[in-house]
C-alpha cells in the first residue's frame, strides 16, 4: 500500500512537471488555446491531490500505515501542490499576455528578479524569455540561440562591466535558449570583491532570421 501512495504521488508529479516542459508561445487565439489546457490540467491535478489525500487520511484511520510512511505520503502531496502552483503561475502569465494586445512582436525579457544568497557577493536570478508574432506561419516555430548576461557597476571608482563568465565558477559564456513561446531562466552568480553593481543587462541572441537580438538593462535591486 505504501509503494501504491508513492508511484501515485510520482506519477502526478511527473505529468504537472512534464506538462509545465510543454510550454509553448503564442498569437492570442493560441495562447487562449494552452490557457485553456493548462486550467483543465490544473483541475485535473487538483482533484488528484484530493483523491490522494483521502486515501491518506483512510489508511491513517484504519491503521494500515505508520507514521513514516505517512509522512512520505505527505511529502508527495507537497510535491502535487507545487505543480499546482507552478501551473498557477503559467496561467497568470499566459493572461497577462492575452490583456496586451497592442504588444509588437518579436522577442521580449520579463520580469527580471535577483536575490542576494549566502553573503553580499552571491546572487540569484531569474526572469523570462518570450516570444510574440502575429504572423500565424510562424508561430509555432521554435526560438532557439543564446541568452547573455552581464552585470555594469564600479570598482576602485572606475565603471566596469563583469560578464557570466567573469561571474560563474564554470567561466559560463552563455546561456543556451530554446522555447517556442516562453522559457524561464535562473542561475546564481558571484561578484567580484569590490565591485559594486548599478544594473543588470540581458542580451538575447536569437538563431536564424525570424527576431533580431534585443537587450534589456534593469537596475540593480535584488531581494533579501
Do not use: C
Amino acid at each position: 500500500m505504501i509503494l501504491l501512495l508513492a508511484a501515485i504521488g510520482l506519477a502526478i508529479a511527473w505529468q504537472a512537471f512534464d506538462y509545465g516542459r510543454q510550454r509553448a508561445g503564442y498569437d492570442s487565439a493560441e495562447a487562449e488555446s494552452i490557457q485553456q489546457r493548462l486550467r483543465a490540467r490544473l483541475e485535473e491535478v487538483t482533484r488528484e491531490r484530493h483523491q490522494l489525500r483521502d486515501r491518506v487520511a483512510v489508511l491513517d484511520r484504519s491503521g494500515q500505515i505508520d507514521a513514516e510512511a505517512a509522512r512520505g505520503a505527505q511529502e508527495q502531496i507537497k510535491v502535487v501542490q507545487d505543480q499546482n502552483l507552478k501551473l498557477e503561475q503559467e496561467l497568470a502569465f499566459l493572461r497577462s499576455i492575452l490583456k496586451n494586445d497592442e504588444a509588437k512582436s518579436g522577442i521580449r525579457v520579463h520580469g527580471l528578479k535577483t536575490e542576494r544568497l549566502q553573503d553580499d557577493r552571491t546572487y540569484g536570478y531569474d526572469f523570462v524569455v518570450s516570444q510574440l508574432t502575429k504572423n500565424k506561419t510562424k508561430n509555432n516555430r521554435t526560438v532557439t540561440g543564446k541568452i547573455y548576461i552581464s552585470v555594469h557597476g564600479t570598482k576602485d571608482g572606475e565603471p566596469q562591466e563583469q560578464s557570466l563568465a567573469e561571474l560563474t565558477p564554470e567561466h559560463t559564456d552563455g546561456l543556451k535558449m530554446r522555447f517556442k513561446y516562453f522559457q524561464n531562466v535562473t542561475g546564481e552568480i558571484r561578484l567580484p570583491a569590490g565591485f559594486s553593481p548599478h544594473s543588470f543587462t540581458v542580451n538575447v541572441k536569437p538563431s536564424g532570421g525570424d527576431h533580431p537580438s534585443v537587450t534589456q538593462v534593469f537596475d540593480w535591486s535584488p531581494q533579501g
